[in-house]
C-alpha cells in the first residue's frame, strides 16, 4: 500500500508520464507525498495525469518535452527546479520500439530509437545530477528484451541492454554523492506499447506467463527509489510475474 509520507516534499519527474507505467508512477509518487513534474512527447497526455493528481490534492505540473532533444530534456529539468527548488527522483521511462528486420531499419531509426530510449537516459543524468543531493535516486525502465528477446527488435534491446550497462557504471560515479541509480526491467505489463506491438498482434511474440498492470511496475519503481532500498544501486530488478522463465 501507498506511504502517504515515503516522498514527502521530494520532487520526482518522471519521463513518459502521460500514460502506462510513467502515469502510474506519477500517482504512486504523489500518493507518496511527491512533487511530481509529468513528462512527456504529448502535452495533452501530461497535463491529463497533472491533473488527475491535482485533483485529489496532490502537487503536479505537466511538461511537454522530447527526450529525444537535448534541449528538451534540460528544459523539463529547469521546469522541475523552478517549480520547486530540487530535483530528488529522476525516472526514464519514455521510450519507443521499431518492428522491422534489421537490414530494413534505416539509419536513422536506429539512431532515434537510442536517441529516445538510451541518449535521453544520458542526458537526464548528465544534467540531472548536478541539481541532486545525497539520498537522491535515478530509475531507469529497462525491459526483459534485455535479457532475452525476439526477432525485429534489435533497436530496441540494444537500448536497453546499453541503459543496463549505463546504469551499472554510472553507479560507481554517483556512489560518492551518495545518489543511487537502478534499472527495473518489466516483462509484459497491460499498456498500448504492449498491444500495439505487431509482433503481439501478428502472434510472432507470445505473451505467456501473467500480463502485469501498470501498478505493479510503479510499486517496485517507487521502492528503488525510496530510503529503505538505500544499499540497492546499480543493479536491476526484473518485475515480470516469471516472463523470463518461458523465454
Partial sequence: MPDAHRFRDQVCLVTGGGSGIGRAACERFAAEGGRVAVVDLREDAARETADKIRSVGGQAIPVRADVGSSA????????????????????????????????????????????????????????????????????????????????????????????????????????????????????AVDTPMLWNNPNVKSGAEKITGAVGKPEDIAAAICFVAAPEAAFVTGTTLVVDGGRLAHL
Avoid at 521499431?98 to 542526458?123: G, Y
Fill in 72 to 187: 528538451d530534456i534540460q528544459a523539463a529539468i529547469k521546469a522541475a527546479i523552478d517549480a520547486w527548488g530540487r530535483l530528488d527522483v529522476i525516472v526514464n521511462d519514455a521510450a519507443m520500439m521499431t518492428f522491422t528486420p534489421l537490414i530494413d531499419t534505416p539509419e536513422d531509426k536506429f539512431e532515434h530509437v537510442l536517441a529516445v530510449n538510451l541518449l535521453s537516459v544520458f542526458r537526464f543524468c548528465k544534467y540531472g545530477v548536478p541539481h541532486m543531493k545525497e539520498g537522491a535516486a535515478i530509475v531507469n525502465i529497462s525491459s526483459v528484451h534485455a535479457h532475452q528477446t525476439t526477432a525485429n527488435v534489435v533497436p530496441y534491446a540494444t537500448s536497453k541492454g546499453g541503459m543496463e550497462a549505463f546504469t551499472r557504471g554510472l553507479s560507481i560515479e554517483l556512489a560518492p554523492r551518495k545518489i543511487r541509480i537502478n534499472c527495473i526491467a518489466p516483462g
